[in-house]
């Protein structure tokens, strides 16, 4: 059964960084899409950003040029480098995996961004 554990969440102030983790456990097909997806206060879950065995990086509109994904070489983690954080960026952080057809989630951390 794959598991994810993610880390790195937090309180962070405006203008700051966080680096968030995901390590992937159990057996994972090879091809395979890893990333990160967000759910701020009262809204619906959104794309951050996303990784494929490829190599090709993916992200959403609200944070290119902030953010950055990358992934360890083992293919089984995935980092996420958050910089010039702001308030919209407050909310829950899911880990996801999609490989054969199947989705899988992380149980969340929360990263607040304030003052």
């Known amino acids: 059964q794959v598991q994810l554990v993610e880390s790195g969440g937090g309180v962070v102030q405006p203008g700051g960084s966080l680096r968030l983790s995901c390590t992937a456990s159990g057996r994972i097909y090879t091809i395979n899409i890893m990333g990160w997806y967000r759910q701020p206060p009262g809204k619906q879950r959104e794309l951050v950003a996303t990784h494929n065995t490829f190599g090709i990086a993916t992200y959403g509109d609200a944070v290119k040029g902030r953010f950055s994904i990358s992934r360890d070489t083992d293919k089984k983690s995935v980092i996420l480098q958050m910089n010039s954080l702001g308030p919209e960026d407050t909310g829950v952080y899911y880990c996801?995996?999609?490989?054969?057809?199947?989705?899988?989630w992380g149980q969340g951390t929360q990263v607040t961004v304030s003052s």
């Open positions: 996801r995996l999609t490989e054969a057809g199947y989705t899988h």
